[in-house]
């Protein structure tokens, strides 16, 4: 049994999406059914779109992308206790893993030793397919990677949490971001704009480097303490040897030495952007120092709902533009050309027209 289900895929990495239907996997006894209403656009779905990172993570046609999902129970399984129908809930980046390994039973469900589940272009265990992922009108998850969105947060903002938000708060939780530690955030984008917020509601003091002074303000607006133009040499120079911890949110190349140079002794710089190709690290800006540069990938799902919770009480939401889902194409287009603030959120009602 199935359901028929409504979405926009990819037909081909130089085609345009469009709309495609498809049938969902009928809920089992650990299973949450939900209609989706809101579905965030990651710039990995446009390299998964397009098969960019075909050496890494191939992509598989059709492809349905998204993987920050807000929607609504519609149906549970047997056994499902913690999500009754009506509840306002959420997915993000996986929605399986082996459930068993260490790195599971540690809540670090993203390192499964098996390999997680991807939300879309991974191996589907139920349907021996792949999964096909949030732009859709429904989808059905297990209730291990279903999470509980707070009541105060904005339904559509809170989307991008699910991936923006996670893959930043993560580093600056592990790392311990907060009073009395000094954080830089590079790149005021889809994850940057996440990183200035939450390292700001840590408690830390927090600096914004961005190549674009006409971000300056903004950059102020979400929390940065001081917002620095990393092509200025000298505004650079200003903060050599402070930092103790500085994140990476940028995906197109650039120069990561120019950053490590800052750091503190025993300072980290960890990347969550994802450039194409391999970026040069000199080893004395390591050596000297005793820096590390590391890199972080989501966050388990005891994580993420902390961090949902977090945004709960401290009222943090991603800034964005909604759009209907006949204009992804278009927003593809301007994502790659910075022209959004900060995220694209899809109203998935438009689906239905």
Same mark, same amino acid.
């Given at each position: &049994? ?33 209609? +989706? ?30 993987? /920050? ?9 047997? /056994? ?29 469900? &993203?390192?499964? +030793? ?26 059905v998850v297990d ?13 559509a903002a809170t ?25 830089? +955030? ?7 704009? &996440? ?24 950059? %102020? ?16 120079? %200003? ?11 940028? @995906?197109? /190349? ?22 194409? %190709? ?8 390591l050596i000297f ?28 939401? @991603? ?17 790659? %050309? ?7 959120? +899809?109203?998935?009602? @438009?689906?239905?027209?």
């Open positions: &049994m199935s359901t028929p289900a409504k979405a926009f895929a990819a037909q081909s990495a130089t085609t345009p999406l469009g709309p495609w239907n498809f049938e969902r996997r009928t809920p089992g006894p650990n299973d949450v059914a939900f209609e +989706i209403l809101f579905c965030g656009v990651c710039h990995s779905d446009l390299h998964q779109s397009r098969d960019e990172w075909h050496d890494f993570a191939p992509t598989t046609y059709p492809l349905v992308p998204g993987h /920050e999902i807000v929607g609504r129970v519609t149906a549970v399984g047997s /056994e499902v206790k913690k999500f009754k129908v009506g509840d306002t809930v959420a997915t993000g980046c996986m929605v399986d893993s082996c459930g068993v390994c260490p790195l599971c039973k540690a809540d670090m469900e &993203m390192f499964c +030793i098996q390999g997680m589940t991807l939300t879309y272009n991974s191996p589907d265990k139920h349907t021996g397919k792949v999964t096909y992922g949030g732009y859709s009108d429904s989808i209730q291990r990677f279903v999470l509980n969105v707070p009541e105060n947060l904005d339904l989307a991008p949490l699910l991936c923006a938000g996670i893959t930043t708060y993560s580093p600056l939780h592990h790392w311990k971001a907060g009073p009395g530690k000094k954080v830089g +955030i590079i790149g005021l984008g889809g994850l940057g704009h &996440m990183g200035v917020k939450f390292s700001h509601a840590l408690g830390a003091h927090t600096v914004l480097f961005t190549t674009s002074a006409n971000k300056v303000e903004d950059g %102020k607006r979400l929390g940065a303490d001081e917002v620095v133009i990393s092509k200025n040499a000298d505004e650079m120079a %200003k903060h050599a040897w402070s930092f103790d911890f500085i994140l990476d949110c940028v @995906s197109a /190349e650039h120069d990561v030495n120019a950053y490590l140079s800052l750091l503190k002794v025993d300072g980290t710089l960890c990347t969550v952007g994802a450039p194409q %190709k391999p970026l040069p690290v000199a080893a004395f800006n120092g005793r820096r590390s540069y590391s890199g972080s990938a989501i966050g388990g799902i005891a994580e993420t709902q902390e961090m949902l919770d977090f945004c709960g009480k401290h009222n943090i939401v @991603s800034d964005i533009e909604i759009i209907p889902i006949q204009k992804i194409n278009e927003a593809y287009d301007r994502m790659l %050309k910075s022209d959004v603030k900060y995220r694209f959120v +899809i109203d998935m009602a @438009s689906l239905k027209g």
